[in-house]
């Protein structure tokens, strides 16, 4: 956690297989789009050992528009509820223009069956929990600990990696140092720019392994992935670890302000800071100058238990921030009703509580983008922080593994997690063609037809001052290949083509003025 400094007042699942039983495979998906009557007609067939009534859905979003939106009332056939897995299904969905270029279509199925949240908080185990925090512990400083900052980015690309989610890093550079922010996004099925996050910064002050700050928070980031990798929501979770925190929250504000992107829409952002010093003893908790005055009832709630120091702090503020501070507080109480939850919503942004915006939350707070830390208190409760002594024999892994398992309660819920699978139908590589005759404004002729290898197209009436492009496609509407239009003088193409297999294909032809032309033909 970062020292208070008044300066700166300021994170295709398909098939698988999960502990509740299976989830609908989608086997074929055959997509053709009729520019005639921009009708698109999509034929599946789908699976599932368990379950033989479902619910389909199509969902529809474009470039000019971010939010995934259902379709279902412009479409028929084999869609809605009460579908049964039997034979190839049929949609057709009728699209309100000709031009597909933007358009991005999924296929959602959903088996209904009811999830167990509170088996899926059960899967939080406090021996991997331990067992991560023993790998992260050590100095990670820039300049202090570089060897063992560096092994822990590679600890958490790998984990991520390793559990098919995409680690990436955004770089950014501080007195010569290229620091690393590290977020992977577990993508929603429904409406996957609404997003959660979750972490917390992984670098350490220069002479503290940092076990508690924020050693914790990674591994907490890590077993929360562990246990949620599995499963699919309709919003997508996002796992960051911060760099440069104990610097300014140089990371999370890299992101907030740089790296941050337009369509992702943040409904919150579960700041793990330090979550691992537990003590029950009396007066082992000391509070922030002001508090009794600010925030009564929680002053209260405390020194009517003798300042103990065993809960865990739920910090949010009054301008972006009450809701997901609520919600998390009553979402814990449900299913981890062994941890004790204070929470306190700092007035505005927080900025008038600089000890309550000390951590990078407080970033997100500067954008209005709701977010809590959730804190055992940092040096108000841990008297090894900033210190050599900040090891992990000194953390009580029950507590820790409570938040955790609070946290992942709180995302299953608020991710809303679903027992739904998906196919993205690709739209961008679909033959915009009538099925039933080849519509022209150039004459082609291809030849030979059918073919082996290779085919020459002789093409008519092109214009010689707009640019070209051509395309391949197979019957099921995907691109083999494409390529500027490289015609002889005497206006004949040849394409050359290995590996394709036997079938009927469509070459594609356009310009620039919004012509185009198609002509099918076989290859042996």
């Known amino acids: ?14 098939g698988l297989l999960v502990a509740q039983n299976a989830y609908p495979v989608i086997d074929f998906t055959n997509t053709v789009f009729n520019e005639n009557d921009s009708t698109f007609t999509i034929q599946y067939s789908f699976s599932d050992t368990d379950n033989t009534i479902f619910d389909v859905d199509l969902i529809l979003t474009n470039s000019e528009s971010d939010s995934f939106n259902s379709v279902q009332s412009d479409a ?7 579908i049964d897995a039997d034979g190839i299904k049929t949609i057709i969905y009728k699209h309100n223009s ?7 279509l999924r296929l959602v199925i959903s088996d209904n069956e009811a999830i167990d949240i509170a088996s899926i908080v059960a899967e939080v185990d406090q021996e991997r929990v331990q ?28 984990h991520l990696t390793d559990l098919s989610l995409q680690a990436e890093n955004s770089v950014f550079d501080f007195e010569g140092y290229e620091a690393d922010n590290y977020t992977s996004v577990q993508e929603g099925l429904t409406a996957p720019q609404m997003e959660y996050l979750v972490g917390g910064h992984y670098d350490t002050v220069d002479e503290s392994p940092g076990a508690d700050d924020n050693g914790t928070a990674i591994a907490g980031m890590m077993e929360v992935s562990t246990v949620l990798a599995k499963y699919n929501f309709n919003k997508s979770i996002r796992y960051v670890a911060w760099d440069l925190e104990e610097e300014g929250l140089l990371g999370s504000l890299d992101y907030v302000n740089n790296t941050l992107e337009e369509e992702q829409d943040i409904q919150g952002y579960l700041n793990f800071e330090m979550i691992g010093y537990y003590d029950d003893t009396p007066n082992s908790q000391t509070l922030p100058f002001g508090f009794e005055q600010i925030f009564p009832d929680a002053y209260e709630e405390i020194s009517s238990n003798e300042f103990r120091g065993d809960f865990i702090s739920n910090i949010g503020n009054t301008d972006s921030s009450e809701g ?6 009553e979402i814990a109480e449900n299913y981890v009703p062994e941890l004790k939850v204070i929470s306190v919503a700092a ?16 970033a997100f707070w500067l954008k209005g983008i709701p977010a809590i830390m959730l804190t055992d208190g940092a040096n108000f409760r841990n008297p090894y922080y900033h210190s050599p002594d900040d090891t992990s024999d000194k953390l009580d892994f029950e507590f ?10 709180y995302l299953a819920e608020k991710a809303e997690i679903t027992h739904n699978s998906f196919a993205d139908l690709a739209i961008d590589s679909l033959v915009v063609f009538n099925a039933e005759q080849d519509f022209s404004n150039f004459r082609l002729k291809i030849y030979p037809n059918p073919s082996m290898d290779k085919i020459i197209v002789d093409a008519f009436d092109l214009q010689n001052n707009t640019d070209k492009q051509y395309r391949i496609y197979d019957q099921f509407g995907k691109m083999i290949t494409q390529g500027e239009h490289n015609f002889h003088y005497n206006g004949q193409l040849h394409i050359k083509f290995y590996d394709i297999p036997p079938g009927q294909y469509i070459f594609y032809i356009s310009d620039s003025s919004g012509k185009s032309s198609r002509k099918r033909f076989i290859v042996q």
Do not use: W
């Open 324 to 329: 997901i501070m609520q919600d998390f507080e």
């Open 76 to 82: 028929t056939g084999d869609i809605g509820s009460n």
């Open 131 to 158: 067992g991560y925090l023993e790998q992260i512990e050590g100095i990670r400083h820039r300049t202090a600990g570089v060897d063992h900052l560096e092994a822990t980015k590679l600890l958490m690309e790998t």
């Open 400 to 409: 820790m593994t409570n938040t955790i398992k609070a946290s992942v309660a």
């Open 98 to 104: 000709n031009d597909i270029t933007t358009v991005h």
């Open 347 to 362: 007035p505005g942004n927080g900025s008038s509580t600089p000890d309550l915006a000390r951590s990078d939350h407080a």
């Open 1 to 14: 956690m970062k020292a208070v400094n008044l300066s700166l007042f300021f994170c295709l699942l398909n």
